[in-house]
């Protein structure tokens, strides 16, 4: 079992900056990748961005690239999520998730979610 904790979220005009963080704890050890998705009213869940954890790598949704940067902290067991020059559409709930090992492919254990409102 894994558990996610994320904070961070509250309301910015656009053009400025929030940072959201997710705190992992249970069985963590063998995690592939946590990630971070948005779902906007009235839309699907959508991928923003992830970081694998053996390699370090990182990848972003197209929409976010160059204004959002994935980080983790191994000591402190979370992942962050920093968001520049933040957009109206970049409205939605944001949820943190994991990969919790590697004989799984998908997202398995996710977080309850925060609200990240950007007024135009």
């Known amino acids: 079992q894994v558990q996610l904790t994320e904070s961070g979220g509250g309301l910015v005009q656009a053009g400025g900056s929030l940072r959201l963080s997710c705190k992992a704890s249970?069985?963590?050890?063998?995690?592939?990748?946590m990630g971070w998705f948005r779902q906007a009213p009235g839309k699907e869940r959508e991928f923003v961005a992830e970081?694998?954890?053996?390699?370090?790598?990182?990848y972003y949704a197209e929409s976010v690239k160059g204004r959002f940067t994935i980080s983790r902290d191994n000591a402190k067991n979370t992942v962050d999520l920093q968001m520049n020059s933040l957009k109206p559409e970049d409205t939605a709930v944001y949820y943190c998730?994991?990969?919790?090992?590697?004989?799984?492919?998908?997202?398995?254990?996710w977080g309850q979610g925060t609200q990240v409102t950007v007024s135009s």
């Open positions: 998730a994991v990969r919790s090992s590697v004989l799984v492919d998908a997202y398995d254990y």
């Open positions: 970081i694998w954890w053996k390699s370090g790598n990182k």
């Open positions: 249970g069985r963590t050890s063998n995690r592939r990748s």
